[in-house]
């Protein structure tokens, strides 16, 4: 795979077989059709992003900030295009406390529960609905004794 600047961070691999995704530490993800030696389509986002495909290969999941993860349809468009805009925007809520982004995430194998982790925290997230998180769990005090 080619079109990185920079240090490659997060690769992902569809159940579909002919698609994946990689990104860098400047924020690009590229979509990359495993047959073809180039990029089939680049999503920037503003900071280091993690990236997961769903167990369908229907939707990805990109969190590049302690705020939100997105969720894309997987069916890049072709040629060098840029991705568009997101099918659903999930907030992390207080789980990541507005300051450690993802460095982790994991669809469920039914596709409806994406689970992002990072520095210690972890939120469950509705793949479906931009809802608070179902569950968070942050480091804490150490317990006494």
């Known amino acids: 795979m080619t079109g990185h600047t920079t240090r490659v961070t997060a690769v992902a691999a569809s159940p579909l077989a002919d698609t994946a995704a990689s990104a860098d530490e400047s924020g690009v993800v590229l979509f990359h059709d495993i047959r073809a030696p180039k990029p089939t389509a680049t999503l920037r ?12 290969g229907i939707v990805v999941a990109v969190a590049a900030d302690a705020a939100h993860v997105k969720i894309f349809s997987a069916k890049a468009p072709g040629g060098d295009a840029q991705f568009p805009a997101p099918v659903v925007e999930l907030a992390l809520g207080p789980a990541f406390g507005g300051a ?27 793949a479906f609905r931009s809802q608070p998180p179902l569950a968070v769990a942050r480091p804490g005090p150490p317990p006494p004794g």
């Open 100 to 126: 450690v982004r993802p460095d982790a995430l994991a669809f469920e194998p039914a596709g409806r529960w994406l689970a992002a982790a990072g520095g210690g925290a972890l939120a469950v997230l509705d």
């Open 45 to 56: 986002t503003p900071a280091r992003a993690t990236v997961a495909f769903d167990e369908q």
